[in-house]
C-alpha cells in the first residue's frame, strides 16, 4: 500500500481525530500489507467472566479491533467467552468465524497472531499477566486498580517503560462517553472555574459483610483453582471468594476479600482518586500524607473494610476526603464556588449513600454556578481528544502515543488509595514521600507497599528479574 493511502486510511479509522508525520514502529508488520484496510489490531481477551464480557464487548464494536481469541481458567466462561465473540461475527454476517481458547496466558502472549490482550481477572493478578504481556511485546488494556498494590505499580511501569508498549488502564471516566461528567469537572478545576482549589470530597460507596461465615467447598471441576489463587495466600475453595460458578453475572465475592482486592477503597478509589488527582494536577504526583480509619469485617467469607473515612493532604494544601456517607462522586470545593460529578443515577452497590431527593440532584453534573460549566475558551487546558476508552487505547496503539489512562499516571492513583488502606490497616496517620514511592520513616507501612508471593511462579519480580528489568 502507498503510504498516503495507508495514512488515509488510518485518518479515516480514526474519525480524522490525529494526524500522524510518520508511520508508528511498533505497529505489527502484517498491518502494513497491500490489504491494510482490511486488517484489524488482533486482541485476546484474558478473563470472561462479568467484567470481561463487558470488555470484549466493547472491544468488539471498536473498527479497529478484531477478537481472535479468549483465555479463561475456567471452562464454562471461556466457553461463554468463545461463543459470545463467535456470536457477534456471525450477526454482523460473518460466517464460520473461529475464535481460538487459551487456558494458560502464557500460551496467549507466545501466539505471533496476537498483537494486544485485554486483562479482566481479579485485582491480585493484574500485576502479573500485564507485565508478563508487556515483556512479550503486546500491547495492554488493563481493568483497574492497574494492580493490587504498590510495589505491583511500580514494576508494571517499569515492564511497560522498557518494552514500550501502549498500555491503558480502565480508568474509563477519562473518556468522553458514557460518563462525560469527570472530564468537564476536572477540565474546570484545573482551569481556575472554582477559583482556588481547597477541598476535594469524595464517595465510593459502601461494602457490606456477606453474613455468611467462612465455608471451604470442593473445587469445581471446570476451575483451575491453583492458578487462579496464583500469588494470593493458600486458602481452601469458597464460591463466595471466588465468582458465581452459575451464573456471569453478579458481582464476584473476590471483589470483598482482601486476599485477591483490598475493598472499596481500591475498587472505587481507583477511579474517584484518579479524576481528583488529574483536576488538581498531581497525576503524577500524590499526598504529602495520609489518616485513614476504617471498621473491617470480621467472622465472615468477606474481609474488606466496610465504614471509612480518610483525610490525604496534597501540595498547596489541598484537602482530599473519602467518606462512607458522601454521595457517589467528587465534589470540588475552591474559593469561588464548587462543582460536583457523578455518574449520574447508576450505582456501585447497593448500599451505596442514598441520592439527595430531586430531579436536579440526579444531574450527573453540578455546580454552585452555572457560569462554571459554560464552555471553556480556546486558551484553555483541555484532557486528549477520547470518545471511547478502549477506542483511545488503539487509536494510541495506531499512532505509537500514550494513552488517556497510562501507566505512569494510573500507578500514581493506585498508590494513593493503596496508601490509605495501609492507614486505615496500621491505624494512623502516614508520611508519603511521592518521588521515592516510599513511606517516610516507616518501615511498617512500607512493608504493606508489596507482599510475597504464595510460590515463586506467581512472583511478578522474578518476571520482571528474568526479564533483565532492575
Known amino acids: 500500500m502507498k503510504s498516503q493511502s495507508r495514512r488515509s486510511f488510518i485518518k479515516t479509522s480514526l474519525g480524522g481525530t490525529f494526524g500522524f508525520a510518520v508511520l508508528p514502529n511498533l505497529i505489527p508488520a502484517r498491518l502494513l500489507g497491500a490489504d491494510a484496510p482490511s486488517k484489524k489490531i488482533a486482541v485476546a481477551q484474558i478473563g470472561c467472566g462479568r467484567m470481561g464480557r463487558s470488555d470484549m464487548g466493547n472491544i468488539l464494536t471498536e473498527p479497529l479491533a478484531r477478537v481472535v481469541a479468549v483465555c479463561d481458567l475456567d471452562s464454562k466462561r471461556l466457553a461463554a467467552g468463545k ?38 481477572v481479579p485485582d491480585h493478578s493484574h500485576a502479573r499477566l500485564a507485565i508478563a504481556a508487556a515483556i512479550a511485546g503486546k500491547h495492554v488494556y488493563v481493568q483497574k486498580p ?49 477559583g482556588q482549589l481547597k477541598t476535594i470530597k469524595i464517595g465510593v460507596g459502601l461494602d457490606k459483610a456477606s453474613g455468611h461465615a467462612p465455608a471451604p467447598m470442593p473445587v469445581p471441576e471446570n476451575l483451575d483453582y491453583e492458578h487462579w489463587l496464583g500469588s494470593a495466600p493458600e486458602q481452601p475453595y469458597m464460591e463466595r471468594r471466588g465468582h458465581p460458578q452459575n451464573s ?41 500524607t495520609i489518616d485513614a480509619q476504617a471498621d473491617f469485617m470480621t467472622n465472615d467469607a468477606w474481609t474488606v473494610h466496610t465504614t471509612y473515612h480518610v483525610e490525604m493532604l496534597y501540595p498547596k494544601n489541598v484537602s482530599v ?8 462522586g467528587i465534589r470540588f470545593e475552591g474559593d469561588e464556588g464548587w462543582i460536583f460529578c457523578t455518574r ?19 444531574l450527573p453534573l453540578r455546580a454552585s454556578d452555572k457560569k462554571i460549566l459554560a464552555p471553556l475558551g480556546a486558551d484553555a487546558v483541555r484532557w486528549m481528544p477520547s470518545k471511547t476508552h478502549h477506542g483511545n487505547w488503539l487509536e494510541s496503539i495506531v499512532a505509537n502515543r500514550q494513552p488517556i489512562a497510562p501507566i505512569q499516571q494510573s500507578a500514581r492513583s493506585l498508590e494513593a488509595c493503596a496508601a490509605a488502606w495501609i492507614s486505615m490497616k496500621l491505624k ?8 521515592t514511592e516510599r513511606f517516610v520513616g516507616d518501615d511498617a507501612a512500607n512493608a504493606l507497599r508489596g507482599r510475597k508471593a504464595r510460590k515463586p ?14
Open 83 to 120: 461463543k459470545m465473540a463467535e456470536d457477534f461475527y456471525a450477526e454482523r454476517g460473518e460466517s464460520g468465524v473461529k475464535v481460538k481458547t487459551f487456558h494458560d496466558y502464557h500460551d496467549v502472549l507466545a501466539s505471533p497472531e496476537i498483537d494486544a490482550v485485554v486483562v479482566t
Open 146 to 194: 492497574v494492580t493490587y498494590n504498590i510495589a505491583e505499580a511500580i514494576g508494571l511501569r517499569r515492564a511497560v517503560e522498557a518494552k514500550k508498549i501502549i498500555l491503558q488502564t480502565g480508568s474509563q471516566q477519562r473518556s468522553e462517553r458514557p460518563w462525560g461528567s469527570f472530564r468537564k469537572a476536572s477540565e474546570a478545576v484545573r482551569n481556575g472555574r472554582i
Open 248 to 288: 456471569l453475572e453478579g458481582r464476584p465475592g473476590w471483589i470483598t476479600t482482601e486476599d485477591f482486592g483490598l475493598g472499596m477503597i481500591t475498587n472505587w478509589g481507583a477511579h474517584h482518586v484518579d479524576i481528583a488527582q488529574w483536576a488538581m494536577g498531581q497525576e503524577l504526583g500524590g499526598p504529602l
Open 321 to 328: 476526603i473519602l467518606d462512607n456517607t458522601f454521595e457517589t
Open 344 to 362: 449520574g443515577e447508576e450505582k456501585v452497590t447497593a448500599s451505596d449513600p442514598n441520592t439527595p431527593a430531586g430531579r436536579a440532584a440526579l
Open 428 to 435: 494512623r496517620k502516614l508520611t508519603w514521600d511521592a518521588a
Open 457 to 470: 511462579e506467581y512472583d511478578f519480580e522474578l518476571v520482571l528479574k528474568n526479564a533483565g528489568i532492575a
